[in-house]
């Protein structure tokens, strides 16, 4: 059962995918009820391992591949809080998507990459060492691809070009760093940290920085952030899995894997590196807001709202005090529900009112109460007003920038709290306050409930995570879990 | 005896099925098909032999060096395997090029002459695919430097026939250029032998790896022998004529003549530096071929960025990935070869052998497809294939990962374990080239994927070709794809026979 667990978490997703590149573009019912029914089970399944992995059970999965290059497959607190996201939001993105996508054509070639895409994100979660991320780490950037450039016009064509651009060269000097660092060390596994003695300082500084530009590519960290708003060119849902689980979030989750199961606290604040990703990330913070805050296509405001969110993650995880990674942990799983409901809304007034600019949105709240309910919600969140989910990762990396002695840390978080307000607010004045032009009013408002339940849902979640924070299963009490297991061991 | 027998099969196997293909030209695919069966059964049975360890015989009941040792390890049965599925998908894919359609007897003569030129060609592929393979099968299996010559002119010049088939002025200058090479190389291989000869009195790889090779002579025929079989091999500078002759060949030939026939001269050139003249083989000499390999990469792969047309971007592709296998010889070779990481990279060299030849194969067979639907193999017209053969296009990606060298592809683990041999011989120059390597691969195998992936303006026409043809290249591409997941027993089975291998990773 212990090596069955993990390969069912990840066949779940996996298998379905390959299913799904065989049917035929005809076979809907088959190709519906595979995505759906492999969702539903990953989720049962993430449920079970949940529960028992609070009880301190291990689930571990080891294939040997050539020397050196092992598959392992391992539950621990920490993934399973990635897990956890991608399985919920696969479930409501894939109920989003089939209503959203309709009759288009080449659905099987979405669905079979989007599986795929997820499948990647569930191995990125569950792996055990550093080889076995690297691999995921890939194969994601290999299945996002034909989602990105999915409708095959000039546009999605560039964006897959740019996505690439920086991926692939992102992704070797991961490699680099990994082949450097296990042939002084041997193969790294996350359980146990390795003993990096063998390397000099130097040699680990730059192994480190490698890491994060590998990384960081990802996780969009500023200046390697930008094929992020070139991706919005992607339909709807792939923008919303792209922003609030996949891609960026395997990059954050990487960097905090980096950060604490490969260097380990201790010889992270002895080289002294943590300090300059916590400034870069500041940087990131500050300069996507501003970015954001000149967009006036909707899509890619929110795009360069996820630059600056994302580094939240990498803040928290950089600044090495036990608050200020319970902050950036929860805020991985806080921005991707927050996030993705603002994709889907994005998606749903695009598709069903037309509406792309940021000024289309005059009006349409009474028209579309549902989205723009959903809307406000995650947009009052992500500025961090209390008592959405938001304000609980603000809150705890604040106290975290305090306790590690770099008080500037708030004065970031407030700054990029008031250009939020500033970019966000706005879209709520026009959807509730201003009167719609003459043409949108006359449109038949066209909710219909597939498209409108994930949102909706996820929008509740916001909520509910930010009112039931201090439960055990709340994405706060998971995160004070998984930090008080990196401390006290 | 079994054991004797499968090891004389593999050589003879294909060669009685060529011979009644040269008699009756008409039934040539038939034979084939039978050869193929009974090379595959003696394959079979030569791995189930070799998991008891290393066979080997000796021809002519004579000790060597009287007699002609042959001798399967591991290693060669895995090029064997490769020669087999990359063959079996070739004959099985030329039914399909080379069928005649049945058209009405033509009544003009110069459409009577074009129907009799590709009857002609039809029925010369498959005695020159068979007779190819027995001289590939020869050379993996002599240990015998002259044998191996004979084996080595028997794939030439069938080599130089394929790209001869379509008879076009395109096609037959490719392959006198082609045919000028290989006779020069031929010449030089021939001359450094026969030096050899007249020095140790045998040509056995075995017995030579125990002569000293002191005299200038020795170096002059080591050095003779190298340059002839580079020229064999392609490798940059000496790579002019390969891709023209790739390109101008019928796809089918194309995919055997890019993954297996450089390799034969490449497997040459590892029997003796790292074997025969090993004592000879000194670290600056061993960089040497390490630098030509490296510089192979980066040229081959900047020139493939600049076709215009896929097939000959496939065939710069090769110029560039046989130069990753020289990378073996600087890390394995001379006096590494005693160090820990040369199991690492001498497995690695073979693992990027293994899966270049399968997903080169594959490539060209979807360039074929493409090329038959479109009637052109621009680059640029391949617009929209992802919608009419999203088949091709699936497989054409799989290769292109492989060739990238991205997981979980058996490109990767070549990559992985050659980049670990290069940091643990502090010799991180060669890693900076391989993974810069991989990054020009998939620049220039972008152009066409992203060409695939667009709309088109204006819909081609296309002749449609059946999902099942379209699936021969998907299942090269796979098991490429997929070598890297499935690499634990493969790395075994590599390490049969090889002597200085030690139980268990570094």
Known sequence: ?489 | MTSEVAVVGMVLLPLLAALPAVVWPRQGKHFAAVGLVATWVCLTVLWIQLWQGPVSVVLGSWPVPLGIAWAVDGARAALFTLAGAVMTAVLIYARKEFALVHQPEPTSQKGREKLLGQRRQAESFWPLMLLLWTGLNLVVVTDDLFNAYVGLELVSLSAVAVVALAGNAEALSASLRYLAYALMGSLWYLLGVTLLYGQHATLDVGLLSQAAWSTPTDILALAIITVGLFIKTALFPFHAWLPSAHASAPAAGSAVLSALVPKVAFLLILKIWLDAGAAAASPAALNVLGVLGAMAVVYGSLLALRQERLKLLIAWSTVAQIGYLFFVFPLAGGPAQEQPWSTDAWSGMWFQLVSHGLAKAAMFLCAGLWLQALGHDRITGLRGMVNYMPITVLAFGLAGVSLMGLPPSGGFAAKYLLLVAAFAAGQWWWAVVIVLGGLLAALYLYRPLAAAMSRPETPPELKPVAAGWQCLPLLLALTAALLGLASAWPFEALQIGRPDWQEGPL
């Open chain 1, 1 to 489: 059962m212990s090596a069955a667990l993990p390969l069912a978490l990840l066949m779940s997703s996996l298998l379905p995918a390959l299913i799904t590149f065989c049917l035929p573009e005809k076979a809907r019912a088959w190709r519906n009820g595979l995505s759906l029914g492999g969702a539903a089970l990953m989720l049962t399944l993430v449920v079970y391992t949940l529960q028992a992995v609070a009880m301190g059970a291990q689930f571990e999965l080891r294939y040997s591949l050539v020397p050196g290059l092992d598959l392992w497959l391992r539950t621990d607190a920490l993934s399973l809080l990635f897990l956890t996201l991608s399985a919920a939001l696969w479930l409501l993105t894939t109920i989003y998507a089939i209503n959203y996508f309709g009759h288009k054509p080449n659905q099987s070639r979405f669905f079979a990459f989007f599986g795929l895409c997820v499948a990647a994100t569930s191995g990125i979660a569950l792996s055990g060492s550093l080889i076995t991320f690297f691999i995921f780490y890939e194969l994601l950037t290999l299945s996002t691809w034909p989602l990105v450039t999915h409708k095959q016009d000039e546009r999605s064509i560039a964006a897959g070009r740019s996505y690439l651009t920086f991926a692939l060269p992102g992704s070797t000097v991961l490699l680099v760093a990994i082949v450097w660092l296990e042939s002084a060390v041997g193969p790294v596994s996350f359980g146990a940290p390795a003993e990096l003695q063998t390397l000099s300082d130097t040699s680990l500084r730059w192994i480190f920085l490698l890491f994060m530009l590998g990384l960081g590519v990802k996780a969009a960290l500023v200046p390697l952030h930008g094929w992020l708003p070139a991706a919005m060119a992607a339909p709807a849902p792939v923008s919303a899995l792209l922003h609030a689980v996949a891609v960026v979030k395997a990059g954050a989750f990487g960097i905090v894997r980096v950060i604490y199961d490969v260097f380990g606290i201790e010889r992270v604040a002895e080289l002294g590196v943590g300090l300059g990703l916590a400034v870069v990330a500041s940087v990131t913070i500050v300069w996507g807001s501003l970015r954001a805050l000149q967009q006036t296509d909707i899509k890619r405001r929110l795009a360069f709202s996820t630059v600056s969110q994302v580094s939240y993650i990498v803040l928290g995880a950089a600044l090495i005090g036990p608050f200020a990674v319970i902050g950036g942990l929860v805020h991985l799983v806080h921005q991707g529900l927050m996030k993705i409901t603002l994709f889907f809304c994005a998606g749903i007034y695009d598709e069903r009112a037309d509406v792309r600019e940021v000024v289309g949105l005059n009006g349409l709240g009474p028209r579309m109460p549902w989205t723009s309910v959903a809307f406000s919600i995650a947009a009052m969140g992500m500025i961090g007003l209390p008592p959405m989910a938001g304000f609980v990762s603000k809150w705890y990396l604040g106290i975290g920038g305090l306790q590690s002695g770099q008080p500037w840390v708030v004065a970031v978080l407030i700054a990029s709290t008031l250009l939020n307000a500033a970019y966000f607010l706005p879209l709520l004045y026009r959807l509730w306050f201003l009167p719609a032009d003459a043409a949108q009013s006359t449109r038949p408002s066209a909710e219909s409930f597939g498209l409108v339940l994930p949102p909706v849902a996820t929008a509740a979640v916001v909520l509910a995570a930010g009112l039931m924070a201090g439960l055990a299963f709340s994405p706060l009490g998971w995160a004070t879990l998984i930090v008080e297991r990196l401390y006290l061991p």
